[in-house]
């Protein structure tokens, strides 16, 4: 089954939005497979940013990173990936539309309060990373019946 990893940045932490961020994939019908909030550490930041490592934010963006608690997760469902993408909606907040996270909470690019995988090998790396394998639960929801045609 497909899985996407995830983080409520540390903004939306301390901005108290993790209720809010975790009931929208919940509400969606997504599975929870993984969760922990952790403080990150630089290594572990420079190395999921790696792909950004020689643009002029990179450096602001392992600071903020790092700054406080995050909540990193992994979510499991069929068309994960690119639906938490939507739902995350795009990367400057200001752009994003109404009824995405980064839409309804964020105005700054730098504190865009959320990341999601961008594509399956992606997902597959960063859970990898960020979590070991005895940390991720499979589990199949009760309702499933009722979401899912089978
Ligand atoms: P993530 O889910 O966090 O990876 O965001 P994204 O995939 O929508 O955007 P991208 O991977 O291109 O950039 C990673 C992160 O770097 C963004 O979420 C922003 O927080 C930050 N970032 C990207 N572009 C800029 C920029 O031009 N200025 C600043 N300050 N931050 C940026
Ligand atoms: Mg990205």
Known sequence: MERTFMAIKPDGVQRGL??????????????LVGLKLMHVSKELAEKHYDVHRERPFFPG???FITSGPLVAMVWEGDGVVASARKMIGATNPLSAEPGTIRGD???????????GSDAIETAQREIALWFSSEELVSWQPAAVAWLVES
Do not use: Y
Request: charged content about 25%.
């Open 18 to 31: 993790v209720g809010e961020i975790l009931r929208r994939f919940e509400a969606k019908g997504f599975t």
């Open 61 to 63: 963006l392992v600071e």
């Open 105 to 115: 909470f964020g105005i700054s690019i730098g504190r865009n309060l959320i990341h």
